[in-house]
């Protein structure tokens, strides 16, 4: 209730804190606007995440988890990709966006899951 005697319904969504959870495994990624979609190999180090994005060249991945913040930057040629989206409350969805830096300037929505 406010100073004006208004009431109504307040929702929320908690998002996942990311302590604890090791993202080592096999991901699905997802770009939302094309459906294309890429398995993403990936080990966890402490904060530090590394793999690679299968298809093609087997690009190489390098990241971070920091609280329930993912970010992932891949090289590829002069062109790098990075992809930043946020740890589900169960540790197996990450969502966000991604943006191509060096390169054509695109972007768009992105969700990695667990497999």
């Given at each position: 209730?406010?100073?004006?005697?208004?009431?109504g319904?307040?929702?929320?969504?908690?998002?996942?804190?990311?302590?604890?959870?090791?993202?080592?495994?096999?991901?699905?990624?997802?770009?939302?606007?094309?459906?294309?979609?890429?398995?993403?190999?990936?080990?966890?180090?402490?904060?530090?995440?590394?793999?690679?994005?299968?298809?093609?060249?087997?690009?190489?991945?390098?990241?971070?988890?920091?609280?329930?913040?993912?970010?992932?930057?891949?090289?590829?040629?002069?062109?790098?990709?990075?992809?930043?989206?946020?740890?589900?409350?169960?540790?197996?969805?990450?969502?966000?966006?991604?943006?191509?830096?060096?390169?054509?300037?695109?972007?768009g929505?992105?969700?990695?899951?667990?497999?």
């Open positions: 209730m406010d100073n004006n005697n208004n009431t319904t307040f929702n929320a969504l908690r998002r996942g804190t990311g302590e604890g959870v090791d993202m080592t495994g096999t991901w699905l990624s997802q770009d939302l606007v094309s459906s294309a979609s890429a398995t993403m190999q990936v080990t966890q180090t402490g904060n530090a995440l590394s793999g690679t994005i299968q298809g093609g060249q087997n690009q190489p991945l390098l990241g971070t988890v920091t609280g329930n913040q993912v970010t992932f930057t891949m090289q590829t040629g002069g062109n790098a990709v990075t992809w930043t989206g946020y740890l589900s409350v169960d540790g197996n969805t990450v969502t966000g966006y991604w943006v191509n830096v060096g390169g054509p300037p695109t972007s929505g992105w969700r990695m899951t667990r497999q």
